[in-house]
Every structure is written in C-alpha cells, then in structure tokens.
C-alpha cells in the first residue's frame, strides 16, 4: 500500500534551499517516489500557512521511512536547515 511525504515549507534562505534542491532528488528517485504536488498554486483555509506545500507518493511506508532515515537524504536535509521553516508528515495510504 502507498505511502505518502506531506511537506509545508516556507523558505527563508533561497540560495541556501538550492543545496537541498540540488541532493534531495537523488535520495527520493532511490526509494521509488512519485511528487504528486509540488509547489503549486495553494489556498491555506485553517492552520499556519506555508508557501509550498509537496505530496510525495512512496511504494509503501518502509520506503517513505527509509527515504527519510537515508544518508542521501540526510544530505539533503542538512542543506535545508536553518534554510527554511518546514512541517513534514509521512502517512500510510488507505
């Protein structure tokens, strides 16, 4: 069964973010995910607003944790902090 990365992001440091940007495509291609949304036009109706929001489909939830848990993605995130303000969520699929 599918699983799925929510991402809410704001970025706060572009020329910073692009390090993750350039890593984190290698991390999430292993593990076999699929961006469903990725930036687009968002209206936030309840909750804290973000200016990007991201649905990132995996196989299943072992490959969405692993992914996460990954030293490519490790990488990633180590460019991304500090870089932005973000909330990520990985859910099981129904």
């Known amino acids: 069964m ?3 990365w929510i991402a809410h992001v704001t970025v706060t440091d572009l ?6 940007m350039a890593l984190a495509p290698a ?6 995910a699929r ?9 936030v109706f309840e909750g804290a607003g973000f200016d990007r929001h991201v649905v990132i ?8 944790r692993a992914c996460y848990a990954s030293a490519e993605y490790q990488a990633a995130k180590a460019q991304r902090d500090g870089a932005c303000r973000a909330m990520v969520v990985i859910v099981d699929g129904i």
């Open 2 to 4: 599918a699983a799925y």
């Open 15 to 20: 020329a910073r973010y692009q390090g993750y």
């Open 27 to 32: 991390a999430f291609a292993a593990h076999g």
């Open 35 to 43: 961006f469903l949304a990725r930036g687009g036009e968002a209206e």
């Open 57 to 64: 489909e995996f196989p299943d939830l072992a490959a969405a």
